[in-house]
C-alpha cells in the first residue's frame, strides 16, 4: 500500500511541477490546426521528461528510507552501528565529499544502496543480512562502492540521463502519431481520432521506451565498473573482490531491494540471458570480479 501511495504522489508532483513550470513558460499547444508546432512539442516533452527525472531525484532519500524501511542511525546504540558509522565517515573524507546518512534496512539478501540529490546530501544503507554474513573488510568495501557512487555523482548523473531520454521518448511518439494521423486523413479519411492519437501515442511510447531503457541500462552498467573501481581504491582490491565473491554466493536469495532502488544497489544477481543482460542495470558479478583482477594485475 506504502508503494502504491508513493508511487500516486509522485506522479501528481511531477504533473503539478511540469504544469506550472509550462504555464510559467507560456508554451501554446503543440497540437493546432495546421499540425505539430515543433518548438511547443519539444519543450513540453522536455519539461515533463526532466519533471518526472529530477522530482524523482530530490526525493530520493525520502522515499528509499519508506520503500525499504530504512533506519537511520542518528546516536549508535552498539558497536556495530558505531563501526559503520565511522567507517563512511572515513571513507567520505577521502573522497572529499560530505559525510551521507548512514542507515540500515530490514532486508536478509546481502545489498546495500547509495542515494540522494547530490553527492553532500546523499543517504548509504545496507541490509542487516549484509552486516550478519560479511568479514568487516567486506562491508567496508561495500560501503567503499557506494561512495563511489556518490563521488562520482551517479545518482545526478543518471537522472539528467533519464530525463533526456524521457524527452525524446514522449517527442518522438507524438510525431509518429502525428505521420499516422495525416496519413490517415487522405483521401478526405477522418484520421485516428482522439482516442486513436492517443492510443498510437502510447504503443510509439512503449517501443521507444524499451529502446531508452536498453540506453539507461547500459550508462548503469558502465557506472557500476566505476564504483567498483572507487570501492576497490579507497578499500583494497582484494576486499572488494571478496565482497563481490561473497555476493555471488547468495545470488539464489530472493532480492528484496524495490524496483526504484535496484540500480543504486550493489548487486541484483545474476542475469544469464541475453534480453536480461541487454536490460540489466548491473553487469554480471563475474565479469566485475574479473575487471578488478585485470586493473590490479596492471598495477
Known amino acids: ?40 512539442l519539444l519543450i513540453f516533452c522536455f519539461v515533463f521528461g526532466m519533471a ?58 546481502s545489498n546495500a544502496f547509495a542515494t540522494g540529490w547530490n553527492k553532500n546530501d546523499a543517504l548509504v544503507a545496507v541490509s542487516a543480512g549484509l552486516l550478519n554474513r560479511m568479514q568487516p573488510e567486506e562491508i567496508k568495501a561495500v560501503l567503499a562502492h557506494e561512495i ?41 479519411n477522418e484520421g485516428l481520432g482522439f482516442f486513436g492519437y492517443i492510443a498510437v501515442v502510447m504503443v510509439a511510447e512503449i517501443v521507444f521506451g524499451i529502446l531508452a531503457s536498453m540506453i539507461a541500462a547500459w550508462f548503469s552498467r558502465f557506472r557500476e565498473y566505476r564504483a567498483d573501481a572507487a570501492g576497490a581504491k579507497l578499500a583494497g582490491s ?13 545470488t539464489q536469495m530472493p532480492d528484496q531491494m524495490p524496483d526504484t532502488l535496484t540500480a543504486f544497489a550493489i548487486t541484483t544477481g545474476q542475469t544469464r540471458k541475453l ?15 574479473r575487471a578488478l583482477k585485470e586493473a590490479a594485475y596492471r598495477q
Open 52 to 109: 518526472g527525472s529530477m522530482v524523482s531525484l530530490f526525493i530520493s532519500k525520502w522515499m528509499a528510507k519508506r520503500s525499504t524501511g530504512t533506519v537511520i542511525i542518528e546516536n549508535p546504540s552498539n558497536a556495530t552501528e558505531q563501526w559503520l558509522v565511522d567507517t563512511v565517515a572515513e571513507l567520505a573524507r577521502e573522497a572529499n565529499i560530505k559525510t551521507p546518512e548512514v542507515g540500515i534496512f530490514p532486508a536478509q539478501q
Open 275 to 289: 534480453m536480461e543482460k541487454l536490460f540489466a542495470s548491473h553487469p554480471p558479478l563475474d565479469d566485475r570480479i
Open 148 to 188: 563511489g557512487h556518490v563521488a562520482n555523482g551517479d545518482m545526478v548523473t543518471l537522472a539528467l540521463i533519464q530525463g533526456v531520454l524521457n524527452t525524446f521518448v514522449m517527442f518522438f511518439a507524438r510525431v509518429v502519431a502525428q505521420v499516422v494521423d495525416s496519413f490517415l486523413r487522405r483521401d478526405d
Open 1 to 40: 500500500m506504502m508503494r502504491i501511495l508513493l508511487f500516486l504522489g509522485t506522479n501528481l508532483a511531477v504533473i503539478l511541477v511540469a504544469s506550472i513550470t509550462l504555464r510559467l513558460l507560456g508554451v501554446e499547444p503543440y497540437l493546432n490546426a495546421q499540425g505539430i508546432n515543433f518548438n511547443s
Open 238 to 250: 582484494g576486499a572488494m573482490i571478496n565482497a563481490l565473491a561473497r555476493l555471488k554466493a547468495e
